[in-house]
T-cell receptor, first 117, second 114 residues
Framework: GAVVSQHPSRVICKSGTSVKIECRSLDFQATTMFWYRQFPKQSLMLMATSNEGSKATYEQGVEKDKFLINHASLTLSTLTVTSAHPEDSSFYIC?????????????FGPGTRLTVL | GENVEQHPSTLSVQEGDSAVIKCTYSDSASNYFPWYKQELGKRPQLIIDIRSNVGEKKDQRIAVTLNKTAKHFSLHITETQPEDSAVYFCAASSSNFGNEKLTFGTGTRLTIIP
């Protein structure tokens, strides 16, 4: 099946710093990538949807200036958590989908565990 | 927007017995319903999905049923095995362009008792 990677897998940072998370589709072109946040023992909450070459669409309540998303190529999307605070500590998961068909399976990355001290 | 509810939140089943997880959705435009299995600290993996033009789909020990009128769908796992222990998420989405995002249920932690 299709493979999606994320880097880093874990990151610990100080409050006020910025953290960049990369999401790559390794063997297919991802027209659309999705960024989710998952708190312990909770569900996946969609943060934003990004299409290659265009601005990301953010879900209600997600600050676009705090969570910067870039989808510059068909195989790479990045999420930058700016001025991170302890409440931003979470498991961030990306997924990628090829083509425009919404029935196409979303393939998930392994996630990035962010801890803000 | 779409709202997906999932029950139960935890489920313990004796090995070999069946497990059933139920979800309801609110948006009648939703027409794609995948189920994901997530092991601790790992990525969600698609185990089965169903589209709104069918009422039931089966893949070996796993089946999903959909009732469009009542807006609910269920996951059935038969002959459960210890490796079925995980958190299961249902999801719903609409294939309408511009709204094809997945809305996830709250998850069910399934424990298979050997």
């Amino acid at each position: 099946g299709a493979v999606v990677s994320q880097h880093p897998s874990r990151v610990i940072c100080k409050s006020g710093t910025s953290v960049k998370i990369e999401c790559r589709s390794l063997d297919f072109q991802a027209t659309t990538m999705f960024w989710y946040r998952q708190f312990p023992k909770q569900s996946l909450m969609l943060m934003a949807t990004s299409n290659e070459g265009s601005k990301a669409t953010y879900e209600q309540g997600v600050e676009k200036d705090k969570f910067l998303i870039n989808h510059a190529s068909l195989t790479l999307s990045t999420l930058t958590v700016t001025s991170a605070h302890p409440e931003d500590s979470s498991f961030y998961i990306c997924s990628a989908r090829s083509g425009d068909n919404p029935y196409n399976e979303q393939f998930f990355g392994p996630g990035t565990r962010l801890t803000v001290l | 927007g779409e709202n997906v509810e999932q029950h139960p939140s935890t489920l313990s089943v004796q090995e070999g017995d069946s497990a059933v997880i139920k979800c309801t959705y609110s948006d009648s435009a939703s027409n794609y319903f995948p189920w994901y299995k997530q092991e601790l600290g790992k990525r969600p993996q698609l185990i089965i999905d169903i589209r709104s033009n069918v009422g039931e789909k089966k893949d070996q020990r796993i089946a999903v049923t959909l009732n469009k009128t009542a807006k609910h769908f269920s996951l059935h796992i038969t002959e459960t095995q210890p490796e079925d222990s995980a958190v299961y998420f249902c999801a719903a989405s609409s294939s309408n362009f511009g709204n094809e995002k997945l809305t996830f249920g709250t998850g069910t932690r399934l424990t298979i008792i050997p």
